[in-house]
């Protein structure tokens, strides 16, 4: 109540109820929240779209959440189907890359066999997101990053995430990816998240028998950057390493050294 001709009398229960509703219309509505599952399910819906078949990929996509390996500046764009910067010149693909580059090691014969990825050699650990999809696909996994700060921030970012997802066993690496990782070879699979103007050759020493190796590279005009696909059969006791083209990419290039 108020006096006659005075000030209103303050009322501070309806202050507060007016608090709640304010809070209440600046919250973000359920189910669109970085956190929320619901927000990487869109994401892998458009990735099964788009052509993706191997269900292990996309269960590894609906678990792992993608805003935490970018800048917060860059979160709200973490589930949009584009690269970011990660800095020191380095980018996190595109989901539906990483995804098409992950189905593709999903359709070897090694795959068949396995019943999975078995053990992978990744090149490029980056800002670690794609090492986190192979942890939750392969037996065992190792990552070799060149760049210090990348390795640390990848490192720092497994173990959290160990906590919370059922991961392989994995080794992240700071070397030299172009050297693959011959303490571990052979593996069932090689991926690289680089491109150079051709594949290593200790990469193709390093893949297993019916192994499969999925990278970018130039295409056969010296400019244009592709995927390819490279196969270890073994046809009458001799090693053949079968290689077939696929659609254009654009990644960053492949270099050697470290950078501490």
Do not use: N
Request: hydrophobic share 40%; net charge positive; proline share 8%.
């Amino acid at each position: 109540m108020s006096s006659r001709g005075g000030p209103p009398v303050l009322r501070p229960q309806r202050l507060l109820q007016q608090a709640a509703q304010d809070r209440a219309r600046l919250a973000a509505p359920s189910g669109i929240g970085l956190d929320s599952p619901g927000v990487r399910l869109r994401m892998v819906e458009r990735l099964r779209r788009q052509g993706v078949q191997a269900e292990g990929v996309l269960q590894a996509f609906a678990q792992v959440p993608r805003h935490r390996f970018v800048d917060t500046a860059f979160a709200p764009q973490a589930y949009e189907d584009t690269s970011l910067p990660i800095g020191h010149g380095q980018t996190i693909s595109k989901p539906s890359v990483v995804a098409r580059m992950l189905d593709l090691l999903h359709q070897s014969e090694a795959a068949a066999a396995l019943g999975g990825l078995g053990r992978v050699l990744e090149v490029g650990t980056g800002c670690g997101y794609q090492a986190m999809l192979l942890g939750l696909l392969a037996k065992q996994l190792v990552s070799i990053e060149r760049l210090g700060p990348l390795h640390q921030a990848a490192t720092h970012r497994h173990t959290a995430l160990r906590r919370e997802l059922p991961l392989c066993p994995m080794q992240l690496i700071h070397g030299d990816g172009r050297l693959g990782w011959k303490p571990s070879a052979p593996f069932d699979h090689i991926i690289a998240a680089a491109g150079g103007e051709s594949l290593p050759q200790p990469w193709l020493d390093q893949l297993a028998p019916g192994g499969r190796l999925v990278a970018p590279t130039l295409a056969r005009d010296g400019v244009t950057q592709i995927l390819v696909v490279v196969d270890h059969c073994v046809v009458s006791g001799r090693s053949e390493w079968r290689r077939s083209e696929h659609e254009g990419v654009l990644f960053v290039p492949l270099k050697s050294g470290l950078i501490p």
